[in-house]
């Protein structure tokens, strides 16, 4: 059985801190490339961050850049995105996904998502 559980979320002043944590199992963690996405009521789901399998590669959404900073532990299967100089327009729940990459060798994507966890910030 996959999961992917987020934890991290909550409440946080303009400026501040908050570090995700994506918990992954059920499958082979350490193949898989794993990203961060956000979305807010009423608009597209964007991606924030991401990282190859083996963390040699990242890519960041040129709004978060020098801001988040993703990572991985594969001897603890977790993904995590460490968020600082956060901003109003930061807030969205936010979405950790695990990619195969073998949408080519397969001819569709597989992938994985989690529940999300909430990121409010405000004054």
């Known amino acids: 059985q996959v999961q992917l559980v987020e934890s991290g979320g909550g409440l946080v002043q303009p400026g501040g801190s908050l570090r995700l944590s994506c918990a992954a199992s059920?499958?082979?963690?350490?193949?898989?490339?794993m990203s961060w996405y956000r979305q807010t009521p009423g608009k597209e789901r964007e991606l924030v961050a991401a990282?190859?399998?083996?963390?040699?590669?990242?890519n960041y959404a040129n709004s978060v850049k020098g801001r988040f900073t993703i990572s991985r532990d594969n001897l603890k299967n977790t993904v995590y995105l460490q968020m600082n100089s956060l901003k109003p327009e930061d807030t969205a729940v936010y979405y950790c996904?695990?990619?195969?990459?073998?949408?080519?060798?397969?001819?569709?994507?597989?992938?994985?998502w989690g529940q999300g966890t909430q990121v409010t910030v405000s004054s």
């Open positions: 059920g499958f082979t963690f350490s193949s898989y490339a």
């Open positions: 996904n695990a990619d195969s990459e073998r949408v080519y060798e397969l001819g569709y994507r597989v992938d994985y």
């Open positions: 990282i190859t399998s083996a963390g040699g590669v990242t």
